[in-house]
Nanobody, 118 residues
Framework: QVQLVESGGGLVQPGGSLTVSCAAS????????MGWYRQAPGKQREVVAT???????NYVPSVEGRFTISRDNDKNTMYLRMNSLKPEDTAVYYC????????????WGQGTQVTVSS
């Protein structure tokens, strides 16, 4: 009953910018936490950034100052603005919604590919 759909991935040159979006639909219970995770080839999935319903954010140190996570609670949509992209940012980016009441659990999108290359 919960669906997450990412969009906005693509190919970008090093130093460039890209914004990915995640639209959540279905039975969404608040408060909740949404986040972006990524998985590069041959590596484990890692958290990139998270944001609560109230707007509290956390970032992995490698993206601090370059990436900005935001959300529109009325639209159940989350964004990740990525600036100063590096080749090591190349990965499949996944949207996550974590609900701790109601339909408790972790929900995932299908992922969107971000490739940073010249």
């Amino acid at each position: 009953q919960v669906q997450l759909v990412e969009s906005g991935g693509g190919l970008v040159q090093p130093g460039g910018s890209l914004t990915v979006s995640c639209a959540a639909s279905g039975s969404i219970f608040s408060p909740n936490t949404m986040g972006w995770y990524r998985q590069a080839p041959g590596k484990q999935r890692e958290v990139v950034a998270t944001i609560t319903t109230g707007g509290t954010t956390n970032y992995v140190p490698s993206v601090e100052g370059r990436f900005t996570i935001s959300r529109d609670n009325d639209k159940n949509t989350m964004y990740l603005r990525m600036n100063s992209l590096k080749p090591e940012d190349t990965a499949v980016y996944y949207c996550n919604l974590r609900m701790t009441w109601g339909l408790r659990g972790d929900y995932w999108g299908q992922g969107t590919q971000v490739t940073v290359s010249s």
